[in-house]
Each structure stands twice: as C-alpha cells, then as structure tokens.
Nanobody, 127 residues
Framework: VQLQAFGGGLVQAGDSLRLSCAAS????????AAWFRQAPGQDREFVAA????????NYADSVKGRFAISRDNAKNTVYLQMNDLKPEDTALYYC?????????????????????WGQGTLVTVSS
C-alpha cells in the first residue's frame, strides 16, 4: 500500500491542526495504521496507532488527551487531529501501515512493525 501524508503547516502554540494520510494500491481496511514523528536531531518516535476498523487506538503518553487518530476506510484515509499544540510537537510527521489479521485490535506491539511508510509532512509550532 502506498501512503501520502499532508496537512502540515506552521501554527502557534495552542492551535489545532489535522493531518491526513491517503492510501492507495491495496484495500486500506486490511491494515492497521499509525502516525510517527521525527524532530530535528532526534530519533523517530511513535505518536498514535489505530486498528483496521478503528475500534482500538493507542497513543504515546506525550500526546494523550491532545491528539486523536481516526480513519475512514471508505476514503482510504487515516487522520491525526492535533489539539493544544506545543512547540515540542514540532516535527516531520509520517503515516505508516502494517498488515493486520485482526480487525478490532492493533497487532502487538502497536508502536513498531510497520512496513509501509509515507513521506513526511512538516508541522511547526511556534511559541
């Protein structure tokens, strides 16, 4: 499956932004999906994951309560709603997907094992 992320931009602290990731090539409903991010000079880190039908989600502690992952399989798209953005959220955000037998659960571990990646979309949060 091919993935393309978009929706990044420059925002101020406290603002909201929604990222989208469009999938093509294979039925997106067959994949668990996730968002990762990589800040300058830092390793890539897990942000959030969602099961095939969206019934299960998983978040990094740093974004719990502020970010929400969702998906629309009819549109072959996964979203990341980011609220109350902070300067430390500044990063290149990537979407990723991995095959999943379960429709309801995210294959363990939720924060790794993804073998399909999109290009990043840059989110910059100014203070």
């Amino acid at each position: 499956v091919q993935l393309q992320a978009f929706g990044g931009g420059l925002v101020q602290a406290g603002d909201s932004l929604r990222l989208s990731c469009a999938a093509s090539g294979r039925p997106f409903g067959n994949y668990a999906a996730a968002w990762f991010r990589q800040a300058p000079g830092q390793d890539r880190e897990f942000v959030a994951a969602i099961s095939r039908v969206g019934s299960t989600t998983n978040y990094a502690d740093s974004v719990k309560g502020r970010f929400a992952i969702s998906r629309d399989n009819a549109k072959n798209t996964v979203y990341l709603q980011m609220n109350d953005l902070k300067p430390e959220d500044t990063a290149l955000y990537y979407c990723a997907a991995k095959s999943s037998f379960s429709t309801l659960r995210i294959p363990s571990p939720a924060n790794s094992g993804y073998d399909n990646w999109g290009q990043g979309t840059l989110v910059t949060v100014s203070s």
